[in-house]
């Protein structure tokens, strides 16, 4: 039976495994069809697909956009992307750069209450020094006792109003969108149910997105309940976009479920997956 898995993290953003220790827990999971989509970084392609070959798993290449749009940040997944298209490598490069300007920041503003080297300490988290995000600020943090878990670091400290929080701007929506047309990917709206808006609004980000050419919605992610998943299916099926399934998978004991252990795509609703299965991959 098939299981599609198109939303998944390793160590190359932050991830806890190797994208080969990913592709074996896929592969054990029963997963048959796997993309990887680290943060705003596609080193990990290579090794997960290597990995993906010999486990017999249809490996996808994908990557997670991190974006601003308005007050929001939004995720944006690139499917079935060609790693070596250039203006996807150069706008993920500038992303890059951002990040590293905001960690430094962070340390900043976490020793103004109390807590020091945190910088040094989440580089230290950071396999790939070029992906510093919160969530190794979090292990950090946990590591020097000042929280028991990284859910509880980001509730003091990680989100909008506490104090390591630092307002980013990332990519713009349709810049993120132009360089996965570019590299011939399919631009999917990462869990849409997530973001903090009202029902006017993610019409209006659906509607934007939809402009600048998005052709998905993640329908079924780990996060989403069953009313999400309703409202999500019910905006594919009225403009005729397609839905993903993705877990969102950071590694165990940190995420709320594994490879490949999501509900199916409701009725009715178009899988993305169906476009490149009839086409080459990357
Ligand atoms: P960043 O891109 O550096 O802002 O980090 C965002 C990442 O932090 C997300 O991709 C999640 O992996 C993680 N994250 C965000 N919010 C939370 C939360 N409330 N609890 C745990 N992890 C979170
Ligand atoms: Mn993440
Ligand atoms: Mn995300
Ligand atoms: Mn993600």
């Keep these: 039976m098939e299981n599609i898995d198109l939303h998944n993290h390793s160590r190359v953003s932050d991830g806890l495994l190797s994208p080969t220790e990913l592709v074996r827990l896929a592969a054990a999971n029963g997963v048959t069809t796997l993309a990887l989509t680290d943060h705003d970084d596609i080193e990990g392609l290579e090794e997960a697909k290597a990995a993906a070959n010999e486990a017999g798993v249809d490996f996808i290449n994908g990557v997670e956009v991190s974006v601003t749009w308005g007050n929001h940040t939004i995720h ?11 203006e996807l490598v150069e706008g993920l490069r500038q992303i890059r750069e951002g990040r590293l300007a905001r960690a430094k920041i962070i340390g900043d503003e976490l020793a103004k209450v109390g807590i020091h080297g945190a910088f ?5 988290f950071a396999e790939n020094p070029n992906i510093i995000a919160r969530p190794h600020f979090a292990r950090f943090i946990v590591e020097q006792g000042y929280a028991k878990n990284v859910s509880q670091v980001f509730k003091r400290y990680l989100i909008k109003g506490k104090p390591g929080f630092v307002k980013h701007r990332w990519a713009d929506l349709a810049d993120a969108l132009s ?9 999917v709206l990462a869990h849409p149910g997530r973001y903090e808006m ?4 993610m019409d209006l980000l659906i ?4 402009g600048h050419g998005g052709l998905a919605l993640e329908v079924v992610t780990s996060n989403h309940t069953k009313d999400q998943v309703e409202i ?20 165990p004991g940190e995420s709320f479920c594994e490879p490949g252990k999501l509900p199916e795509l409701p009725y009715g609703c178009k899988p993305v997956w169906q476009t490149w299965s009839s086409q080459s991959t990357h």
């Design 232 to 251: 999500f299916a019910n905006h594919v099926r009225k403009r005729n976009l397609m839905a993903s399934r993705g877990s969102d998978f950071h590694g």
């Design 198 to 201: 009202g029902k006017a609004q």
């Design 207 to 210: 509607d934007e997105f939809v």
């Design 76 to 86: 944006v997944v690139g499917l079935n992307i060609n790693p070596k298209q250039s």
């Design 120 to 124: 040094e300490g989440a580089l230290r």
């Design 179 to 187: 360089w996965i047309r570019a590299a011939d990917g399919i631009p």
